[in-house]
């Protein structure tokens, strides 16, 4: 059950405003040209109720959350005026608004809180690597941590979620949010490019000095092992998604239960200058600047503070422009649980074909090792650029949750992944 729903619903009992929820979730996704390009559906900057720091205000991307509950309830208070003044009956209208409101009320209450989580519910944890030692900063995302539990054993395995290049955990706010909506734990830890970290005076040498993902991989093996993490659902996304397939591939990370890895750098042999222009051009001008949805959610998430120093972009740029994983490396890679492979078809960075590809030539070879192996679901979503992920974030935690699908390829449009919780509330009423 999702985090802003008031309560279970016996099977049985009819939803009478299921056609209408389907009606206003086809208004709610139209955008207006302003809104597409200029200015998407906010509320005013407003400080975070609860928050210790009385200065602290709400996010950038909490922020559009909460517009897109207010444009819902504009769009369906217009149709109840219309449908009055066309003398019609309004009975499901004012029961779907009714609805509405007592589900958004649960949702703004968790929103504040999950924001105010990253700034306050943050742990440093002190590791030593073969690269020298370690403060590395992690957030902890978990709606359920104050319910009562009635002395009952929380099962949940947590999420560890390594975002994308140099970004701390306020800059992938849209992805561990809406894990975090779905009723799941979820840890994220700044990457050791960020300010934040405590690193040896030394990083930018030592970084300089990788040619693959060794650095970053003992970096999150170790965090895991330090916070006493027996099990963990291990998720990568873009360079994270990199790193989590070389940490999979330790036959000593024997945490590793699900794997999710979700639009990976590093399949194919681009280059500095090649890698650059994917993110820059391709998908940052090109996919990015023009959306002023897709610059909220990728680019001004939750904060932009301690953000990494372009001398340490550049090295990992270097880093990920090379090719590290083939089948036969792939194929070293059997966790314990799930095993999910996400991309875009219109990704500049990672190319879903080739994905699709090399991940498939692995799976044989791990099928030949080892016939009980997990086999990798590949997930392609239709029309998805590399920021879908965070762009689409609610309805990409609920695909997670879902069972697994009949074939081993499978798409999905990414119109059927909401891209706000206020949509996420109308796909439940239609459920």
Do not use: C
């Not at 140099?166 to 949010?177: E, G, V």
């Not at 779905?182 to 490019?193: D, I």
């Not at 794997?259 to 051009?281: H, N, S, T």
């Not at 939750?302 to 270097?318: N, W």
């Amino acid at each position: 059950m999702r985090n802003f729903e008031t309560g279970p619903r016996e099977p049985e009992e009819e939803i009478p405003q299921r056609d209408e929820a389907e009606n206003l979730q086809k208004e709610l996704s139209k955008k207006s040209f302003k809104e597409k390009h200029f200015a998407e559906v906010q509320t005013r900057e407003a400080p975070l109720r609860g928050a210790k720091n009385s200065e602290q205000t709400r996010g950038e991307t909490f922020r559009f959350e909460r517009g897109q509950i207010l444009k819902g309830y504009k769009i369906l208070r217009e149709q109840i005026r219309g449908a009055q003044e066309r003398g019609e009956d309004t009975t499901k209208k004012k029961g779907l608004l009714k609805e509405i409101r007592s589900r958004a009320k649960v949702l703004e209450k968790n929103l504040d809180e999950l924001e105010r989580q990253y700034y306050e519910d943050v742990v440093n944890v002190d590791i030593e690597t073969e690269f020298g030692k370690f403060s590395v900063p992690v957030v902890e995302l978990d709606l359920k941590k104050e319910e009562e539990k009635d002395g009952e054993e929380d099962k949940r395995t947590p999420y560890f979620l390594l975002g994308s290049v140099a970004t701390n955990y306020h800059q992938t706010a849209a992805l561990s949010m809406g894990l975090a909506l779905e009723g799941e734990r979820v840890l994220v830890p700044a990457w050791p490019e960020q300010a934040m970290v405590g690193r040896p005076d030394n990083f930018g040498e030592l970084l300089k000095q990788q040619e693959g993902l060794k650095l970053h991989e003992e970096y999150a093996k170790q965090t895991i092992r330090q916070m006493d993490l027996k099990k963990v659902n291990l998720m990568g996304y873009s360079m994270g998604g990199a790193v989590s397939l070389e940490l999979a591939q330790d036959p000593d990370f024997q945490e590793l239960q699900d794997l999710i890895i979700v639009e990976p750098a590093g399949l194919e042999e681009k280059g500095l200058v090649g890698i650059g222009k994917d993110f820059a051009l391709s998908e940052g001008l090109l996919k990015t600047l023009p959306y002023s949805e897709a610059m909220i959610k990728t680019l001004k998430q939750g904060a932009r503070d301690d953000t990494g120093s372009i001398k340490f972009l550049i090295q990992d740029g270097r880093i990920l422009g090379k090719k590290h994983f083939d089948a036969e490396k792939l194929a070293k890679i059997n966790p314990k649980g799930r095993y999910q492979l996400w991309v875009g078809t219109k990704s500049s960075i990672t190319n879903d074909k080739t994905a699709e590809k090399v991940f498939l030539e692995a799976d044989e070879i791990r099928k030949q090792q080892n016939p009980d192996a997990s086999p990798v679901e590949i997930h392609v979503v239709e029309g998805g650029t590399h920021g879908w992920p965070s762009i689409n974030n609610l309805g990409f935690s609920r695909m997670l949750k879902e069972e697994e699908p009949k074939e081993q390829v499978s798409t999905v449009r990414i119109s059927d992944l909401e891209n706000s919780a206020m949509a996420g509330i109308l796909e439940d009423i239609k459920e």
